[in-house]
């Protein structure tokens, strides 16, 4: 790609960043995005480890396994909580005005 492409791709973005409604479109679809995808790897790995305890069920009473799948079910409450406050933080702070300054 040429230098007069590439600064014309980078004017187009910036133009268009620019605007505030269209800045928080992009955070808010970027902040859905990666909530999502941290709550559907949490959720697959809780699942895992679910299955992994029912097969060992057999060899465990039933209400401990019991407890510790709801133990899992808090565990993941508290962990998708935790992990949407974090990116809810990172992208308040990418929000600022500062981050569009150019160098």
């Not at 973005?13 to 620019?18: E, N, V, Y």
């Not at 799948?69 to 962990?79: D, F, P, Q, T, W």
Request: hydrophobic content about 40%; glycine content about 4%; aromatic content about 6%.
């Amino acid at each position: 790609m040429d230098e007069n492409q590439e600064s014309g791709w980078v004017r187009k973005m910036s133009s268009t960043l620019a605007v505030p409604s269209n800045r928080k479109f992009v955070l808010d679809m970027t902040g859905t995005v990666t909530f999502e995808t941290v709550r559907c790897f949490l959720e697959f790995l809780l699942q895992k480890l679910s299955e992994c305890m029912k097969r060992s069920a057999d060899v465990v009473h039933e209400e401990v396994v019991d407890r510790g799948v709801e133990a899992m079910r808090y565990v993941s409450g508290r962990s998708s909580a935790v992990t949407s406050l974090c990116i809810t933080l990172c992208l308040n702070i990418l929000n600022s005005p500062w981050v569009l300054v150019p160098n």
